[in-house]
């Protein structure tokens, strides 16, 4: 599949279940047709990875995912060579006799004992066309990475000292997430198209949770929807993500609940809060504090 257009984008998305508004689409279709890696940022459960998966099944190409770390370097991003291979080879040349030293060495680095990561995957011909790269949390990382990346993200290569240099025959579809942790460097940034990821209106949040979770009820739904938001305004350590949304209507209705109370807040808060400082602020007459005022809003809407 294609798109051609951002109407087609939208509908493309919308196929596998991801809501998305036009400028997201834009900027998306900007990214597919001009071949210029997309950086997403904004805060974390705002749906940065689960665009990278919906175009990758939309467009019927292999996802792979870099999760990036503190620490993360060239040779978990790109390759590593199969030592335990590579001593098991050697260890039974000798035991055969022995090998010319120079005839083991060329036959020990070459791709039967590479380990490919996934910057090196991306570059590699996939079935289906080139692959979507999800370079997801790059703010975890530090500098030299950043450095690294805008180098192979520039020409879409990289080298390997015993193999060579291995180029991409068609560029992958690259999409970089940050939560905004820290600041990416300009210089990466400029390589890309960029978007800031907010978190939904209540009219997309409702679209979304009637996508990923059909079976909760429009009343149900409205209330789940109005309670994360009012939470959003609260002095919170991590406020609830649309994921959280998700979480939480789908936990409400294996518990067959079909209205919320303080009392069923109060059993399901772990799924929408993650920190204990946040929900013991939630909790009790605060709790029932929030509900009244979505029912109030909901009434008035």
Sequence with gaps: MTAKSID???ALLAAQDYVCGRPLATVVFLALKLGKPLFLEGEAGTGKTEIAKAIAAALGRRLIRL????????AAAVYEWNFAEQMIAIRTAEAAGGADRDVLKDELFTEDYLIERPLLQALRPQD?????????????????????????LSDFQVTIPELGTIKAEHPPIVILTSNRTREVHDALKRRCLYHWVDYPAFDREIEILHARAPEAAEALSREVVAFV?????????????????????????????????????????????????????????????????????????
Excluded: M, N
């Design 128 to 152: 289906g066309g080139p692959p979507v790269l999800l370079i997801d949390e790059l703010d975890r990382t530090d500098e030299p990475f950043e450095a690294f990346l805008l180098e192979a």
């Design 229 to 301: 938001q009012k939470l959003r305004t609260e002095d919170l350590f991590k406020k609830p993500g649309v994921a959280e949304t998700i979480d939480w209507a789908k936990c409400l209705l294996a518990l067959d609940v079909i209205a919320l109370s303080p009392e069923v807040i109060a059993d399901t808060i772990g799924a929408i809060l993650k920190y204990q400082d946040d929900i013991q602020r939630i909790q009790g007459s605060e709790a029932k504090r929030l509900l009244d005022e979505v029912r109030a809003d909901l009434e008035t809407a």
């Design 67 to 74: 999760q990036c770390y503190e620490g993360l370097d060239a």
């Design 8 to 10: 087609d984008v939208q």
